[in-house]
């Protein structure tokens, strides 16, 4: 064995440097940054802890905003013993196991703060695997997940637990975390005023990104202070946050859909673009403003579904990039068309009119009657041929006998529909005198 005073024995070998998002994590939640609608004195968690009843919660927020720091502060402020899963890497196993060693603690007087995160990748039973524990006060669940609860948590666990939002850093709140860098580092960052700014815009409201990419400017050997130019120079932007089936998929499609719908072409560009540029296929997009020209504009603008197919025949021709500029065009037209949807609950309400109505015929005179029996029986019996009346119009009953007669589709005064009402009053009165 090597004496401990030999020059020649082995220096003891250095810790490998923490990562700063490390060093700088919150050691009390008073110090978590952002997150004040859920943190403030007034806030869920503020009047929980304050009263000393913290539930089970989940904790529903982008990446990088907090959501495991808080989970272990909450642990720490109620002095409860923290476990951390995955989602990801536990199994029905593990998951026994960590109950077991709960139920142990409890019957030794200690509680377990039990920190899932993703637990949205949980399936049904692995999720309804929680309830007994929760209810009997094994454990009390924080879970984390990226997804909407609404849709991937089960209904029973969302009952025992409250949903607590997490937002987006803001550009202020990245601001005060990269502060508390530089305080940490010893040193300002080499950066000019619009350089910083453009740092804080790349990390996309993501903490842990923000303080990632401060390393990396703290370890260039520089002089003076980098512009925007430079530091684009030696930084990729973020890539923005897009799951092309997840949330922020069904998120930013309503926002394209509701900027067109409220006439406003320059959001929805912005968010057409958000789309392409976070890998959107242009061809979903194609049939999704197709579908705000039927639903949303329909017969107040008759050539909008015009454009919109058009725009999709365009990139199918074309593809990607220049293709997508034909669908940005169609977004503009849309965004500036007139709006309807009276076509559109026309046809909802003509459906909801068939479902009560079942199987009622139609009435026997708009019936043909091609053999001997069917005339027999009235089929097509005072049929009035319209092209042989006054005005080209008979006036006669369509509807199922004895049905009263519905109004289905009522256009506003916009638009191309403007004509189609004046049409529609026409015939009624021509109806009417007709009896």
Not at 151 to 173: H, I, K, P, Y
Request: with cysteine; aromatic share 6%; hydrophobic share 40%.
């Amino acid at each position: 064995m090597a004496d401990l005073f030999d020059s020649d024995a082995p220096a003891p070998r250095a810790s490998p440097p923490r990562p700063l998002a490390d060093r700088l994590r919150p050691r009390v939640l008073s110090e978590v940054i952002g997150q004040e609608q859920v943190l403030g004195p007034e806030a869920p968690l503020g009047v929980m802890l304050a009263s000393g009843s913290l539930g089970s919660l989940v904790l529903w927020g982008p990446p990088g905003v907090g959501k495991t720091t808080i989970a272990r502060l909450l642990a720490a402020e109620t002095d409860l013993h923290f476990v951390q899963i995955s989602a990801i890497f536990t199994g029905v196993p593990e998951l026994r196991r960590v109950f077991e060693e709960a139920r142990h603690r409890r019957d030794n007087g200690q509680g377990t703060l039990l920190f899932v995160d993703e637990i949205h990748r949980f399936n049904k039973a692995q999720q309804d695997g929680f309830l007994p524990h929760m209810e009997d006060g094994t454990i009390l669940l924080v879970g984390a997940t990226t997804e909407n609860p609404s849709f991937e948590l089960n209904a029973a666990l969302l009952s025992r637990a409250q949903v607590l939002v997490l937002e987006r850093l803001s550009l202020a709140d990245l601001e005060r975390l990269a502060q508390r860098a530089e305080r940490e580092l010893g040193r300002a960052l080499p950066l000019d005023g619009p350089a910083r700014e453009a740092l804080l815009e790349m990390a996309d409201g993501d903490g842990r990104a923000l303080l990632n990419l401060i390393e990396q400017v703290a370890a260039w050997r520089v002089e003076g202070r980098l512009d925007t130019g430079a530091l684009s120079a030696r930084l990729m932007k973020r890539a923005a946050q897009y799951d092309k089936s997840g949330d922020a998929h069904y998120n930013l499609i309503s926002a394209l859909h509701k900027s067109v719908r409220g006439s406003d072409p320059d959001a929805a560009l912005y968010w057409l673009a958000r789309m392409l540029t976070g890998g959107e296929d242009p061809r979903y997009l194609a049939r999704r403003i197709t579908r705000m020209a039927i639903e949303d504009i329909g017969l107040a603008d008759p050539q909008a579904q015009s454009v919109c197919l058009h725009a999709w025949e365009a990139y199918e021709r074309l593809g990607s990039p220049e293709g997508e500029l034909a669908l940005g065009q169609a977004v503009i037209y849309l965004a500036l068309a007139p709006k309807s949807n009276a076509g559109y609950a026309g046809f909802k309400a003509a459906l909801r009119e068939a479902k009560r109505t079942g199987s009622e015929p139609p009435p026997k005179h708009i019936l043909n009657a091609p053999t001997k029996l069917m005339k027999e029986q009235g089929y097509g019996a005072g049929y009035a041929y319209d092209h042989d009346e006054e005005d080209g119009f008979s006036g006669q009953n369509y509807f199922p006998e004895g049905m009263k007669r519905p109004v289905l589709y009522a256009p506003p005064e916009r638009g191309f529909e403007r004509e189609l009402k004046k049409r529609l009053e026409y015939f009624a009165k021509l109806r009417s005198r007709k009896g």
